[in-house]
């Protein structure tokens, strides 16, 4: 019932900017949270950033602190993520997801949220 369709990726130089969008249609549950996960070649998907839907609490991994902004359009029901200062890890296909009813431990852990996107690819170049 849940589409995401995420964007925004492209090839970008160390130290540029990205700004990814995902809107999302069909939910009709206001309790959501929102979150981006990131899967570089050979590494397990890992949390980037969350947001609740409701409050627009935002949670980031240390990894991107002071980098990216998640931010989200509630008459567009889209969450975004800037991307600043980016840096050659960052390299990785980025999926938004969607999820309910999550509590503050599984926030972060990817098999909790039920929706995905396809995914964006995002290249830093060195």
């Known amino acids: 019932q849940v589409q995401l369709e995420e964007s925004g990726g492209g090839l970008v130089q160390a130290g540029g900017s990205l700004r990814l969008s995902c809107p999302a249609s069909?939910?009709?549950?206001?309790?959501?949270?929102m979150g981006w996960f990131r899967q570089a070649p050979g590494k397990e998907r890992e949390f980037v950033s969350a947001?609740?839907?409701?409050?627009?609490?935002?949670y980031y991994a240390d990894s991107v602190k002071g980098r990216f902004t998640i931010s989200k359009d509630n008459a567009k029901n889209t969450v975004y993520l800037q991307m600043n200062s980016l840096k050659p890890e960052d390299t990785a296909v980025y999926f938004c997801?969607?999820?309910?009813?999550?509590?503050?431990?599984?926030?972060?852990?990817?098999?909790?949220?039920?929706?995905w996107g396809q995914g964006t690819q995002v290249t830093v170049s060195s």
């Open positions: 997801a969607a999820g309910t009813r999550l509590i503050l431990s599984t926030l972060k852990v990817w098999t909790s949220y039920d929706h």
């Open positions: 069909g939910r009709t549950s206001s309790n959501y949270a």
């Open positions: 947001i609740r839907w409701s409050s627009g609490y935002t």
